[in-house]
């Protein structure tokens, strides 16, 4: 292939640089006064060090002690998430006119506040731990789930970018779920309500909505959706209950989708798999998908012989 001549190259430049002038969002220049998503991803690694400090190490720290090292990872966060949230604020009309000290004080408090959760953060990711090994009989142990579940990391970060969404940091939340998104395929909202002892078995397909609230002891199977009924409304539905919610002590199996703000899932229920629900269930209830045919077409060119699912529905709830 030929090489580009130089007017060649210095046409194509000037090129795009005139569409840069457009004033569209995406041509922004000012690049030191922008998000910086390597720097975010790089302080949810540091926190995973804070968070499970025998798992994950950064072998450029040299330290001594235990107290040592948590310095050095909590200066360093501190210092790159304070810088972050700053600039995440300033896209916001309530600090967008504030002179850069006040608005770096209130981002320093803001990561201060966020600090003072770590012990909390904590205390429910090893009640996820729990909840992943007491629930999958394939775990070999905790190790095994902290190393290599994509849905105790993708809780990981949820917990983490919920802090901060209650905190009222702009994008930043939704930039670490994000990110956690396309490491594991689980979509979690920063501002979805996640109870104690919560289970992604497999994850693969998740989404779960920013108004969704779910209680405690609750186990996910892959695919599962809880999602918003309508989103015709756009903007205007902003703040307003979307998502489901789902109550103590309910499994739900892979490929069901609930949907809308006002569907309550009751306590101890079982949903099957693929079940579209998209009005409230009361507690204690089992629903399933009435049953099924399997076509059976014999390679000796017998006959299809059509069977139904030998299976007793009267405990369920059919939908």
């Known amino acids: 292939m030929e090489h580009l001549k130089e007017n060649e190259i210095s046409a194509l430049v000037s090129d795009i640089i005139c569409d840069y002038e457009r004033g569209r969002d995406i041509d922004r220049m000012v690049t030191f006064d922008e998000l910086n998503k390597p720097v975010i991803i790089d302080i949810l ?10 798992h994950f190490h950064d072998k ?19 210092f790159n998430l304070n810088r972050q949230v700053s600039v995440a604020l300033k896209r916001t009309p309530e600090y967008a006119q504030m002179e850069d000290a006040k608005r770096n004080e209130a981002a320093h408090r803001i990561c201060i506040a966020f600090f003072e959760k ?33 849905g105790l990391y993708a809780i990981f970060v949820n917990r983490i970018a919920h802090e901060l969404y209650l905190l009222k940091v702009p994008m930043i939340p939704r930039v670490m779920t994000e990110h956690a998104h396309s490491l594991t395929g689980v979509d979690i909202h920063p501002g979805a309500t996640l109870g104690k002892y919560f289970f992604i078995d497999h994850g693969t397909g998740i989404v779960i909505g920013e108004t969704t609230v779910i209680g405690d002891r609750v186990k996910i199977y892959q695919g599962v959706t809880l999602g918003a009924l309508s989103t015709r409304g756009g903007q205007s539905l902003k703040h307003v209950k979307r998502h489901p919610t789902i109550e103590d002590n309910v499994i739900i199996y892979s490929g069901a989708s609930i949907l809308g703000g006002d569907t309550v899932i009751g306590h101890n ?11 409230s269930i009361p507690a204690g209830t089992r629903v399933s998908i009435k049953n099924q045919e399997l076509n059976y077409n014999y390679s000796d060119g017998s006959s299809v012989q059509r069977v139904d699912l030998d299976q007793d529905d009267s405990w369920c709830y059919v939908i």
Do not use: C, H, W
């Open 45 to 54: 690694n540091k926190l995973q060090q804070m968070i499970f400090p025998a």
């Open 60 to 78: 450029s720290y040299r330290v001594y002690t235990l107290k040592n090292k948590l310095t050095m990872l909590l200066e360093d966060v501190l």
């Open 118 to 150: 770590i012990p909390k953060i904590r205390e429910y990711i090893e009640m996820d731990v729990q909840a992943a090994y007491e629930g999958d009989p394939a775990a070999y142990n905790t190790d095994e789930i902290i190393f290599s579940y994509p």
């Open 269 to 279: 229920s079982i949903i099957g798999g693929n079940a579209f629900i998209t009005a």
